[in-house]
């Protein structure tokens, strides 16, 4: 069983030789990443941005769907004017369907679920989609660059998707 309490201790370490109290909130790199809440994924570390500012917006699968809020504030507030989409190998969100989960969710919790989970089958078309979603929304700054990469997790590698 996860003990939450241990955060409690561990902030206590850091908090010993916490040195980052003059870090501004806009992020000096001026971007954000959308990419998935996996915990084999350190993307603060792969990206070298740790300490350098970026927003790193983290979600099932990184999909752009629930990252437009998080962008909106990044980029209107904060100043971003780059976006980077990183979906991964081995997601867990190539394992169900809608259809699935709903069900999962029906049986086991008695609920109907009013949204959208966004599985899908194909980790590049994922990443494909999801650039275009952040390029065309009418929220989000337009003309900004949006690039989109697939990170394995199994050799560390990140690729480009064109």
Do not use: W
């Not at 099932?60 to 190998?89: F, K, Y």
């Amino acid at each position: 069983m996860p003990n939450i309490d241990d955060f409690t201790q561990a902030d206590k370490h850091d908090a010993a030789t916490f040195a980052k109290d003059d870090v501004p909130a806009p992020p000096a790199r001026k971007i954000a990443v959308v990419t998935c809440m996996d915990a084999r994924l350190d993307p603060a570390k792969f990206l070298g941005l740790e300490g350098k500012g970026a927003h790193i917006i983290r979600n099932a699968g990184g999909r752009a769907a629930d990252a437009i809020r998080s962008l909106v504030v990044s980029q209107q507030l904060l100043g971003t004017r780059a976006v980077a989409v990183i979906h991964h190998t081995d997601c867990g969100m190539l394992t169900f369907t809608e259809e699935q989960l709903h069900q999962k969710l029906h049986d086991e919790l008695h609920v109907h679920a009013e949204i959208e989970f966004l599985p899908f089958t194909d980790v590049e078309q994922s990443v494909r989609d999801d650039v275009e979603a952040i390029r065309t929304s009418p929220l989000l700054l337009p003309g900004i660059p949006v690039q989109g990469y697939v990170y394995d997790v199994h050799t560390g590698q990140l690729h480009e998707v064109n």
